[in-house]
């Protein structure tokens, strides 16, 4: 009987077997001490994009990176899947380190400075038109188109380190004074080198007043 090509995927099946036998081979126990828990020390909030593996450039194995990925790395106030994931590294498994992490050349980035209509997809991306927006005159003096979308890659990612500390789910932990950085980093696709933004924030006081939450901390679950 002939397989269905859509049904069957055998290649990444023989893919992922290879893949665990060579781990094995590595460390015979790694996958009996990994399925006991994980412990990882930072949240990953990247874009879907299938050409950045988020364990893979930062040289970490499974269970050493918490990871949530969506177009263009955004983080809105509405998105619970978004704030359900913050929420479950920040309170349950205590990471210490929040990265968002942008790539140049982002598909999404470069959708929302377009003026054409991409379907349901605009919605998401109304929210990099208002970081557009916010920094138009700066964005607007870029030589080039590449040198422009860079360049909102790159404030794309600074504004949403904002987001996640205008949460209330990373104000809460600093107020229980756990220890908790958020970071800005961007990727290369074109070297596959990451790059810092500078822009890290560990507290409270580091952020406008207007955002900030008064009152008790919220105990962690």
């Given at each position: 009987m002939e397989v269905d090509p859509l049904r069957s995927l055998k290649g990444l099946f023989e893919n992922n077997k290879k893949w665990a036998d060579k781990i094995k081979a590595d460390d015979p126990q790694f996958f009996a001490k990994l399925s006991k828990q994980q412990a990882p020390e930072y949240l990953w909030i990247g874009c879907s994009d299938?050409?950045?593996?988020?364990?893979?450039?930062?040289?970490?194995?499974?269970?050493?990176?918490?990871?949530?990925?969506?177009?263009?790395?955004?983080?809105?106030?509405?998105?619970?899947?978004?704030?359900?994931?913050?929420?479950?590294?920040?309170?349950?498994?205590?990471?210490?380190?929040?990265?968002?992490?942008?790539?140049?050349?982002?598909?999404?980035?470069?959708?929302?400075?377009?003026?054409?209509?991409?379907?349901?997809?605009?919605?998401?991306?109304?929210?990099?038109?208002?970081v557009y927006q916010h920094h138009r005159a700066r964005l607007d003096a870029m030589k080039s188109d590449r040198e422009k979308l860079n360049l909102l890659c790159e404030l794309n990612v600074i504004e949403q380190v904002a987001n996640v500390c205008h949460t209330t789910i990373v104000q809460d932990a600093w107020r229980r004074g756990q220890g908790l950085a958020v970071h800005s980093w961007i990727y290369s696709i074109e070297n596959g080198l990451l790059k810092d933004l500078n822009h890290c924030v560990t507290g409270t006081e580091q952020i406008p007043t207007i955002y900030r939450f008064s009152g008790e901390a919220k105990p962690a679950t």
């Open positions: 299938s050409r950045v593996p988020a364990n893979e450039i930062v040289g970490l194995l499974p269970g050493e990176l918490f990871v949530h990925r969506n177009v263009a790395n955004v983080v809105v106030h509405t998105d619970f899947n978004c704030l359900a994931v913050l929420q479950f590294a920040v309170e349950v498994l205590k990471v210490k380190h929040v990265i968002v992490c942008g790539h140049y050349g982002c598909g999404g980035v470069k959708a929302a400075m377009e003026n054409k209509a991409h379907g349901l997809i605009d919605n998401w991306l109304h929210n990099i038109k208002d």
